[in-house]
Nanobody
Framework: EVQLVESGGGLVQAGGSLRLSCAAS????????IGWFRQAPGKEREGVSC????????YYADSVKGRFTISSDNAKNTVYLQMNSLKPEDTAVYYC???????????????????WGKGTLVTVSS
């Protein structure tokens, strides 16, 4: 059974940091790209960042470039999202997702990835 389990969300003040984790199981981790998506109340889901488990290449949305860093520990089948300089507009439920490649993830609807986690809430207070 494929599982993606997010952790690390919480409440933080603007300017603060959080690190999200996504633990994957049930599929060949190295064959997939893992991405982070977010959905704020009343808004559409959007892609935040993704990483190729095979070669480590990464993608970032313009809104998070320079503030967020995605990384992967293939030995642990875990992807991390280090979020610094958080802003109130970063408040959202953050979802981990898996699909074949970064190009696939960027090209698809943000609702259309192959596998999803249940999400973790990040709240940034002003």
């Amino acid at each position: 059974e494929v599982q993606l389990v997010e952790s690390g969300g919480g409440l933080v003040q603007a300017g603060g940091s959080l690190r999200l984790s996504c633990a994957a199981s049930g599929f060949t981790f190295d064959d997939y790209a893992i991405g982070w998506f977010r959905q704020a109340p009343g808004k559409e889901r959007e892609g935040v960042s993704c990483i190729s488990s095979s070669d480590g290449s990464t993608y970032y949305a313009d809104s998070v470039k320079g503030r967020f860093t995605i990384s992967s520990d293939n030995a642990k089948n875990t992807v991390y999202l280090q979020m610094n300089s958080l802003k109130p507009e970063d408040t959202a439920v953050y979802y981990c997702a898996a699909d074949m490649t970064i190009a696939t993830m960027v090209g698809k609807s943000p609702y259309g990835m192959d596998y999803w986690g249940k999400g973790t809430l990040v709240t940034v207070s002003s």
